[in-house]
């Protein structure tokens, strides 16, 4: 079994093991991807991610 979640109507996450929901929503896994040091696209990814202002350095702080 795998956690899986949903985004609920305010965007937070509601977690559950099953893959579709009751009401029909499929749901995404929870779990991170795969990291790989051989990863030849990593450059690419992060390149882009800071052209669209989308890495973690550059989004606003959320407070706690």
Known sequence: MHLMYTLD???KRTY??????AAGKV???AHP???SPDDK???H???IKKRHNILLPQLPS???
């Open 9 to 11: 109507a305010d965007g």
């Open 16 to 21: 559950t093991l099953k893959k579709v929901t």
């Open 27 to 29: 749901t995404k896994s």
């Open 33 to 35: 991807a795969r990291f």
């Open 41 to 43: 696209f990593s450059r």
């Open 45 to 47: 990814r992060v390149t």
């Open 62 to 64: 959320k407070p706690l």
